[in-house]
């Protein structure tokens, strides 16, 4: 049995414009120590998909439903909210793409990290303040007894989203998310905090959901990939075999689009042609068959399920893809 | 563009990519199709949209009308006394009297012809006493029709004065910026620290010295530095707004976009400077005609303001006041100038916020 | 720190300056001298009164009379007080003057007797405004779109518009008259206070309840409370400990011109209740033509003011780290 198991999650927003399906019946499950990768543009679900199992939906406008989130054994949607607020920043963690505007600007770092401690550990005082400090020491700030009674506003961007890990990290969770972490950073730091990511997952022992918007942030940190488009998944692999072979259109033509240091710098980038769907229209169709060069009739008509495409290779849960055309191995 | 893409472009900035000339072609023709809706007419909708917003402003414009046409009404006459015990309660009849211009103060030219009018329309026909009389036998609902006039007066009068002011200096030192603005905004703050009100009365007090010089030698009537004073007053928030947009507007990135794009200078300043900072005027404008008016009342409540024979609602309130004792309760005194006073000023703030809302670019489009 | 408050204080003294220095030469600019409406009085009484009050030295003289304890008489130190035994040591010495109508008072007298009053009044109106303000606000910021909210904004836009002399005299019909829990009018005992203060009170709750109502939402919308939420604080406890710190600093900031405000409607609200505190004294004072007086209580409460504001300032650097008091 896999650490978190999602089956069928829907989130709904009700906006002046209509009913918006941020996140349209997604299954996906996370191995515990795994690493994974959930890629896709602004507005494919996402980050939405990650706060709704950690039940952090504003309600209203947003309302989450799943045919079961199985988190460690318990099911998350069948918990009280008290008792999935206790599992927050406890076993299930997240960090935010801002570390800019994701710490309070009106508490000190110590403060803010001992604040976990009391919840979570029932530690409190000087003793909170030490784990405190080996905890900024555990993300590689230097001095961290020094940083603990700063504020916010006087740490490096790259500095406060080590804070915000540290943060994540101070309860020993078994499951982070991490909701674009580097996105907001210069491209140093992000190199620097992405290997921080990846060291603290095997010293912890923890799983690890990296959501972004960038391929080549997965490429090197995770085990598998999911791509997700207009709320649904549509396809997922072990990061190797994306990028390899990718078989829905849709991943293809992102991996097409990603400029590379050996390409002719005369010829231009090709891009994806139209624009994501309106979440609020949409119809029974694949939500990518406007903009798919694969496109047959059957795609304006049904939605198609992710299916396993291929079995062959390594890892037991196989490459799956959510399309009736799929690309051949070969194809890339 | 997707922001997957925007990423992919960025990296790939040293990579040199390029639109071919059809690209950019399609790229005008498609900009073309995009049609801007213009602030003003966005906002519009917008307050039409916000019912209560819409209401107050009907209300308003009932109120305007029933004030600036006050002489045409067969309302009794507001200043005529009728000395009896007590105030009399409201009565809602149809009386037989008629009044003419010697039984109020001055009148403009088209307010004795609006008297005239209604002398040939009502001939003596006229209200009875429909909200009560005051305790010195006047009408109240013709108190508070007329009172309106001069409550209004004021607060256009100082208004204006405030605006003027407030936009001149606040433009001036945007503006011209550097040291300049500098010291004009610290004055600006030594003025906020004072608290004005005392000054104002201060102020107030010592004109009334030279009301007699400033009647006889320089036809300056007393209400004409009253509304002055009060509008000096509420210039310095006016100023510092306007000194504020100014000064973002000049450091904005659209205006040197407009200004790559090869705006002129005129045009530069109608198109978009003038209309940025008009918006954010005409919000703090409906918002100070009622703190105007709240002053104008409050100062008529000490005794400093509009004096009798002439009425507004600031001496109603006084009035009303004075005729609560405990033995008999006049109740129409209290109730009927509050509800006018209180119903108006509600309607302003009301139509101040929706403005505030509709004008505001964040909230466009919602 | 320092260098701010020292920067603050020169810019204090300077304002006050202004303040005393265009309300004294304005003040002995009216024609025919204060004293003009008692023309009648006897010439004799008239020249003791002169003499007294030093109107037939220069203009700059006086001034410097007023403004300190310098020596300018040339027969010696004389007696000026109301009684006739305290010198008038001018305003460096704190001593505003003796009063041109009360005969028998100086203007610190006067003030003295009247100030605890309206400093009692003002701070239990500021309490209900605090009280009221607040707990409207996050209320109306909670139950947000809702039945709470519609009818909180609903009273705050009306305590807003409405002139506090008229929720003044709704508050007597019904809390004196329909329901007699309350004296109509008067000082003396805590019963006294309460309508009065309320009144003076309500329209800045109802401003206070419009700031923290917008200052919450904002705060409320912030990334800062999804990770307080995500790291699983309580929900009351991200209400108290992390909203309510940024929510409020728009209030704290207010409390500057609220207490300007407060100030300035206790010169009605005095006069409706018939409390003899400074502001009646004001006014009185600006009707009677008593300069000093008036001169006095403006003075004092430009001193007040601006030392609110002063604290206010400070206060908020205190709860915002980020604002640094650097600019004056």
């Known amino acids: 049995m896999a650490l978190l198991e999602v089956r069928d999650l829907q989130v709904r927003f009700t906006t002046q414009q209509g009913v918006v399906r941020a996140v349209d019946g997604i299954s996906f499950d996370v191995e515990a120590g795994e690493s994974l990768g959930l890629v896709g543009e602004s507005g494919s679900g996402k980050s939405v998909s990650s706060l709704a199992v950690l039940g952090l ?10 045919r079961s989130i199985r988190f460690d054994g318990q099911d998350l949607t069948r918990l009280s909210p008290d008792a999935l607020r206790r599992l927050r920043g406890n076993e299930l963690a997240m960090i935010f793409q801002d570390p800019m505007t994701s710490l309070h600007p009106l508490l000190t770092v110590s403060e803010q990290l001992t604040e976990v401690l009391g919840l979570h550990a029932g530690l409190r005082g000087i003793a909170a303040r030490r784990v405190a400090a080996a905890g900024l020491g555990d993300v590689g700030i230097p001095e961290p007894e020094s940083r603990l009674d700063a504020y916010p506003h006087e740490l490096s961007g790259g500095m406060r989203q080590r804070v915000m890990i540290a943060m994540a990290l101070l309860a020993k969770p078994k499951l982070l998310f991490a909701d674009e972490p580097t996105t907001a950073l210069d491209v140093t730091v992000q190199a620097q905090i992405l290997e921080l990511l990846t060291d603290l997952r095997e010293r912890h022992g923890m799983a690890l959901v990296l959501i972004t918007h960038d391929l080549g942030v997965v490429a090197g940190t995770t085990d598998r990939v999911h791509v997700m488009y207009a709320g649904k998944l549509v396809e997922a692999a072990a990061t190797r075999a994306l990028f390899k072979t990718p078989r829905h259109p849709y991943t293809a033509a992102l991996l097409k689009s990603v400029p590379t240091l050996i390409g002719d710098p005369d010829v231009p980038l090709p891009s994806i042609e139209g624009q994501p769907p309106d979440l ?7 939500p990518f068959a406007p903009r798919c060069r694969r496109v047959v009739e059957r795609c304006r008509l049904e939605a198609p399920r992710l299916e396993l495409v291929s079995a062959t290779e390594p890892g037991r849960r196989g490459h799956a893809a959510a399309c009736f055309e799929p690309l051949l191995p070969t194809a890339s | 563009m997707s922001e997957l893409h925007k990423t992919a472009e960025t990296r790939g900035s040293d990579l040199r990519w390029q ?13 073309k199709r995009i049609k801007g809706e213009s602030l003003g007419r966005d906002a519009w909708r917008r307050v039409r949209r916000n019912r209560p917003a819409f209401a107050a402003l009907v209300f308003l414009a009932l109120v305007a009308f029933g004030s600036l046409l006050a002489p045409l009404w067969p309302l009794p006459s507001p200043m005529v006394l009728d000395l009896q015990d007590e105030p009399q309660p409201p009565e809602w009849v149809l009386a037989r009297g008629g009044w003419d211009a010697k039984d109020i103060w001055d009148l403009n030219p ?5 008297l005239q009018v209604r002398a040939s329309v009502f001939g003596d026909l006229q209200t009875g006493h429909w909200l009560g009389t005051d305790s010195k036998g006047r009408d109240l609902l013709s108190r508070i029709v007329w009172g309106s006039r001069i409550s209004i007066q004021v607060a256009l009068a100082a208004t204006l004065c405030s605006l003027i002011v407030g ?3 606040g433009a001036f030192s945007g503006l011209v910026g550097g040291r300049i603005d ?41 209400i004409t530095v009253f509304y ?12 510092r707004v306007v000194r504020g947009q100014v000064l973002s507007l000049k450091e904005s990135e659209f205006l040197a976009a407009a200004r790559v794009l090869g705006a002129s200078t005129p045009r530069i300043l109608f198109r978009h400077i003038v209309p940025n900072v008009l918006s954010i005027v005409i919000v703090y404008l409906t918002l100070t005609v009622p703190a105007v008016m709240l002053f104008e009342a409050f100062l008529s409540f000490l005794g400093l303001g509009v004096e009798p024979p002439k009425v507004s609602w600031g001496l109603l309130a006084v009035d009303g006041i004075e005729a609560i004792n405990p033995i008999k309760t006049f109740w129409w005194l209290v109730f009927a100038p509050a509800l006018a006073m209180g119903s108006t000023l509600l309607a302003l703030n009301v139509v101040g916020d929706g403005l505030r809302d509709a004008l505001d670019p964040k909230l466009r489009g919602k | 720190m320092l260098g701010f408050l020292a920067r603050r204080f020169v810019w204090f003294l300077l304002t006050v300056w202004v303040v005393v220095t265009v309300s004294f030469f304005l003040m002995r600019a009216v024609r025919g001298g204060p004293f003009s409406n008692e023309r009648s009085l006897h010439p004799a009484i008239e020249a003791n009164l002169q003499a007294r009050y030093h109107l037939d030295w220069p203009l700059w003289k006086q001034y410097l009379q007023y403004l300190g304890p310098f020596e300018l008489s040339d027969t010696g130190p004389e007696a000026l007080g109301g009684d006739g035994t305290d010198r008038f040591g001018g305003l460096l010495a704190g001593d505003l003057g003796p009063s041109f109508k009360y005969r028998d008072f100086s203007v610190n007298d006067i003030i003295r007797q009247s100030l605890p009053i309206s400093v009692a009044l003002g701070s239990l109106a500021l309490v209900f405004a605090l009280v009221l303000g607040l707990g409207a606000g996050i209320l109306s910021a909670l139950y947000r779109g809702r039945g709470a909210d519609v009818w909180i904004r609903l009273a705050a836009t009306l305590g807003i518009a409405l002139p506090n002399f008229v929720i003044a005299s709704f508050l007597i019909l019904a809390f004196v008259f329909v329901l007699p829990l309350f004296p109509v009018a008067g000082w003396g005992t805590l019963a006294h206070l309460v309508l009065p203060s309320f009144a003076l009170g309500a329209p800045f709750a109802a401003y206070i309840s419009r700031l923290t109502r917008t200052g919450m939402l904002e705060v409320l919308s912030n990334d ?15 209400l108290w400990r992390h909203a309510l710190k940024g929510g409020l600093l728009p209030v704290v900031s207010y409390l500057g011109p609220a207490t300007a405000g407060i100030l300035t409607g206790s010169l009605v609200i005095e006069k409706v209740f018939a409390i003899p505190g400074t502001g009646s004294h004001f006014v009185n004072s600006a009707l009677n033509r008593d300069y000093t007086l008036a001169m006095g209580v403006t003075i004092l409460y430009t001193v007040l003011v601006y030392g609110l504001n002063l604290v206010v300032d400070v206060a908020y650097s205190v709860l915002d780290p980020r604002i640094e008091l650097e600019d004056a």
């Not at chain 1, 609020?280 to 694949?286: F, P, R, S, V």
């Not at chain 2, 088209?110 to 609006?114: E, M, N």
């Not at chain 3, 699983?232 to 406890?237: C, E, F, I, S």
């Open chain 3, 224 to 238: 800062y409370i999804r990770t307080a939420h995500a790291k699983g604080v309580p929900p009351l406890r991200v």
């Open chain 1, 57 to 66: 939906v504003p309600n209203p406008p947003g309302l989450v439903t799943a």
């Open chain 2, 167 to 169: 936009v001149t200096y």
């Open chain 2, 19 to 31: 639109l071919s000339d059809a690209d950019l072609e399609e790229l005008f023709r498609q900009s």
């Open chain 2, 228 to 239: 002055f004073v009060i509008g000096l007053i509420y210039w310095l928030t006016m100023a």
């Open chain 1, 280 to 286: 609020t229209t949409l119809g029974a169709g694949c």
């Open chain 2, 110 to 114: 088209l307010d004795s012809a609006l």
């Open chain 2, 182 to 222: 500098n010291l004009m905004m610290r004055f600006v703050d030594v003025l906020y620290s004072i608290p004005f009100i005392f000054v104002v009365i201060f102020l107030i007090t010592i004109l009334n010295e030279y009301r007699a010089v400033l009647v006889d030698d320089y036809g300056i009537e007393h």
